[in-house]
């Protein structure tokens, strides 16, 4: 009887960082859906990115690029998230000057 992993195929066995770049890749994804620019925009991008280096093959190599494209993923998430501060900061200051205006407040 021989079992399949299915979580773990034949060439993850063989590059173990193999898993590493996909993984890369699918959270880049995921980010690049809210990028300023647009999302087909974003995945031009990444695809083209990881498309140049295809062809590397040294483990050392291959463990900078994922480490670079780690340090996207934190950019990116900062970048969200100073936009969304950006967002909740100018509504606050919208709110508390129409209240210091007494404009948008049912009168008595």
């Known amino acids: 009887m021989v079992v399949k992993a299915d979580t773990v195929s034949g060439s993850d066995m063989a590059n173990p960082l193999r898993r590493e770049v996909r993984q890369l890749y699918k959270n880049l994804l995921y980010l ?38 780690e340090d996207v993923i934190k950019e990116l998430g900062t970048m969200y998230y100073l936009r969304e501060y950006s967002i909740m900061k100018k509504r606050f200051y919208e709110e508390e000057l129409l209240g210091l205006l007494n404009i948008g407040r049912p009168t008595d």
């Open 32 to 69: 690049g859906r809210e990028y300023p620019q647009g999302a087909d925009y974003f995945r031009e991008r990444l695809n083209s990115a990881f498309m140049k280096n295809k062809y590397v093959t040294d483990p050392k190599e291959i463990r900078k690029l994922v480490d670079c494209g």
